[in-house]
T-cell receptor, first 113, second 111 residues
Framework: GENVEQHPSTLSVQEGDSAVIKCTYS??????FPWYKQELGKRPQLIID?????GEKKDQRIAVTLNKTAKHFSLHITETQPEDSAVYFC????????????FGSGTRLLVRP | EAQVTQNPRYLITVTGKKLTVTCSQN?????MSWYRQDPGLGLRQIYY???????DKGDVPEGYKVSRKEKRNFPLILESPSPNQTSLYFC??????????FGQGTRLTVV
């Protein structure tokens, strides 16, 4: 089945700097890669997603890139703000009859004012 | 408003006392699932359902049951809770290979 590895587990950046979180996946047939943000005590919420027919997607300060050959995808946050502090999860679709999402272990991002 | 609703939000119970956590969605999603979240272990899938009357085990199904009698509801049942089931639980729903919407979470403590 699909395996998703996420790095780093913690990331501390200065406000205004960029943050990059990377994930690798094992199933070359996977075709859907969402990113979720989870603030303390809250539910995970989708912030951006990408499908395998696209190499990059942007939404304001957030971007996701996908390298299908290398089987990795990354989340890029530019001009970080304190409210970006949260745990971020990547995920990939397992391409069997279940189509379930397999999540990475999460990255705790701290943006220092 | 499109949403996934879980109840209760917080629950403290004793070992062995059966409990049910409800989950309901109003988006007509076929796919629903339950996750538990423990520190350092991320989100682990307990059970999922691809449609009414179709359920299957996820990665950590031991000690849990589910049912899907209606499309909108997907309750999680703990027949005999144990302390190692103390965790934060999330229900989620989506269209197949689509964006997953999560419920508010249920923090369960088994003493």
């Amino acid at each position: 089945g699909e395996n998703v590895e996420q790095h780093p587990s913690t990331l501390s950046v200065q406000e205004g700097d960029s943050a990059v979180i990377k994930c690798t996946y094992s199933d070359s047939a996977s075709n859907y890669f969402p990113w979720y943000k989870q603030e303390l005590g809250k539910r995970p919420q989708l912030i951006i997603d990408i499908r395998s027919n696209v190499g990059e997607k942007k939404d304001q300060r957030i971007a996701v890139t996908l390298n299908k050959t290398a089987k990795h995808f990354s989340l890029h946050i530019t001009e970080t703000q304190p409210e970006d502090s949260a745990v971020y999860f990547c995920a990939a679709t397992q391409m069997d009859s279940s189509y379930k999402l397999i999540f990475g272990s999460g990255t705790r991002l701290l943006v220092r004012p | 408003e499109a949403q996934v609703t879980q109840n209760p939000r917080y629950l403290i119970t004793v070992t062995g006392k059966k409990l049910t956590v409800t989950c309901s969605q109003n988006m007509n999603h076929e796919y629903m699932s339950w996750y538990r979240q423990d520190p350092g272990l991320g989100l682990r899938q307990i059970y999922y359902s691809m449609n009414v009357e179709v359920t299957d085990k996820g990665d950590v199904p031991e000690g849990y049951k589910v049912s899907r009698k209606e499309k909108r509801n997907f309750p999680l049942i703990l027949e005999s809770p144990s302390p190692n089931q103390t965790s934060l639980y999330f229900c989620a729903s989506s269209f197949p290979q689509g964006r997953a919407f999560f419920g508010q979470g249920t923090r369960l403590t088994v003493v």
